[in-house]
């Protein structure tokens, strides 16, 4: 399973973005999806996760500014980000908690990263 991200670039404060992530390969169903987030120097840190149902949670430094919503049938998770701010510059990482099936018929739990996309915002 992979997953390949895209959305990202430069926007003034103000501006807004939307991220898209999508998993490909063989898997049985994508649970949790997520976007994380790291700027220079600082540590990973996790920006808004969905579950499959649609239940979201989000850092406090984004609510209210940022959306993230999923297509299950596209196996797409997205993030609408409104009011960008020059802090949220950093490169956005997407992930996803997948089931599948090994060649032997086993039941496999992964977690997986997309490559990430740099979202620039300037003042």
């Known amino acids: 399973v992979q997953l390949q991200a895209s959305g990202g670039g430069s926007v003034q404060a103000g501006g807004s973005l939307r991220l898209s992530c999508t998993a490909t390969?063989?898997?049985?169903?994508?649970?949790?999806m997520a976007w994380h987030r790291q700027a220079p120097g600082k540590q990973r840190e996790l920006v808004a996760r969905i579950n499959s149902a649609g239940t979201t949670n989000y850092a406090d430094s984004v609510k209210g500014r940022f959306t993230i919503f999923r297509d299950n049938a596209k196996a797409t998770v997205y993030l609408q980000m409104n009011s960008l701010k020059p802090e949220d510059t950093a490169v956005y990482y997407c992930?996803?908690?997948?089931?599948?099936?090994?060649?032997?018929?086993?039941?496999?739990?992964?977690?997986?990263w997309g490559q990430g996309t740099l979202v620039t915002v300037s003042s």
């Open positions: 992930e996803a908690d997948h089931l599948s099936l090994s060649a032997a018929q086993e039941w496999i739990a992964a977690r997986v």
């Open positions: 390969g063989s898997f049985v169903r994508i649970n949790d």
